[in-house]
C-alpha cells in the first residue's frame, strides 16, 4: 500500500485492513490451526478484489 500512496494514517489502516480481510479469508479456507503466514499472503489479491466489488 505504501509503495503506490503517500504514508499517513489511512494509507496504513488500509493496508491493515487488507490483511485483515486476506487472514480472514485464508482461515476460511484453509482452517485456523494449520493456516501458515504464506495462506494470508496468498488471499491478498481475492480480498482486493472483494474490496473493489464493495
Not at 3 to 32: M, R
Amino acid at each position: 500500500m505504501l509503495g503506490y500512496n503517500k504514508p499517513n494514517i489511512l494509507t496504513v489502516a488500509g493496508g491493515a485492513y487488507v490483511a485483515g480481510l486476506a487472514g480472514e479469508l485464508a482461515q476460511k479456507d484453509v482452517n485456523d490451526i494449520s493456516m501458515i503466514a504464506q495462506d494470508t499472503i496468498n488471499h491478498i489479491p481475492t480480498a482486493i478484489n472483494k474490496i473493489r466489488e464493495s
